[in-house]
Nanobody
Framework: QVQLAESGGGSVQAGGSLRLSCAAS????????MSWFRQAPGKEREGVAT???????IYADSVKGRFTISRDNAKNTVYLQMNMLKPEDTAMYYC???????????????????WGQGTQVTVSS
């Protein structure tokens, strides 16, 4: 059983930065994708960024140029550096890992059986 533990959320003013971390424990396939999602109140959960095991990175258009995902395969950990935060980035952020390679559409929720508990990010204007 894979368990994910997130940390690093908090409250910042617009323009500020936060760094989220997510450590996976238990067996994970070497091809597994590690991703960040977020969910704002009253909205659907949406993909933010994905780090493929081979090194490719995918970002949602809304965060390109501001967020950076990185992955340490040796530590089974994924990070999300968030810069130039905006009030619309306010949400609960979740990390997730797939059971194997997640394909060409990494933001499909059905790829991810394993989820963290979430960490709140609040950006004030």
């Amino acid at each position: 059983q894979v368990q994910l533990a997130e940390s690093g959320g908090g409250s910042v003013q617009a323009g500020g930065s936060l760094r989220l971390s997510c450590a996976a424990s238990g067996y994970t396939d070497s091809r597994a994708c590690m991703s960040w999602f977020r969910q704002a109140p009253g909205k659907e959960r949406e993909g933010v960024a994905t780090a493929y095991s081979g090194g490719s990175l995918i970002y949602a258009d809304s965060v390109k140029g501001r967020f950076t995902i990185s992955r340490d395969n040796a530590k089974n950990t994924v990070y999300l550096q968030m810069n130039m935060l905006k009030p619309e980035d306010t949400a609960m952020y979740y990390c997730a890992t797939s059971r194997e390679w997640c394909g060409a559409y990494p933001f499909l929720l059905r790829h991810y059986p394993y989820w963290g508990q979430g960490t709140q990010v609040t950006v004030s204007s």
